[in-house]
């Protein structure tokens, strides 16, 4: 049974930072492509970042040059670095592991980060 546990979310304000964190288990987690998705209230489940098992990366124009995804393949864990947070980046925060031979998806549960002053 492949799970995803996201942490790392919170309260900031705005300019501030904060480091997500979403952690495999169950699998190997090299043979997964990870990204970060997020959800407004009332709006639709956004790209955010990709991080693909050979290394490449992918951004939203949103947040191109504020946030970094990066993985630890011995912590079986992706992070996503938030700088420079903005008001517009409140959402939930999903972490997503898509298997590089069969595709299937796992998502985690979301991680609430809420830029505010």
């Known amino acids: 049974q492949v799970q995803l546990v996201e942490s790392g979310g919170g309260l900031v304000q705005p300019g501030g930072s904060l480091r997500l964190s979403c952690e495999i288990s169950?699998?190997?987690?090299?043979?997964?492509?990870m990204g970060w998705y997020r959800q407004a209230p009332g709006k639709q489940r956004d790209f955010v970042a990709r991080?693909?098992?050979?290394?490449?990366?992918n951004y939203a124009d949103s947040v191109e040059g504020r946030f970094t995804i990066s993985r630890d393949n011995a912590k079986n864990t992706v992070y996503l670095q938030m700088n420079t947070l903005k008001p517009e980046d409140t959402a939930v925060y999903y972490c997503?592991?898509?298997?590089?031979?069969?595709?299937?998806?796992?998502w985690g549960r979301g991680t609430q980060v809420t830029v505010s002053s």
């Open positions: 991080l693909m098992a050979g290394g490449s990366t």
């Open positions: 169950g699998s190997d987690f090299s043979l997964y492509n």
């Open positions: 997503k592991a898509a298997h590089v031979l069969s595709f299937t998806e796992y």
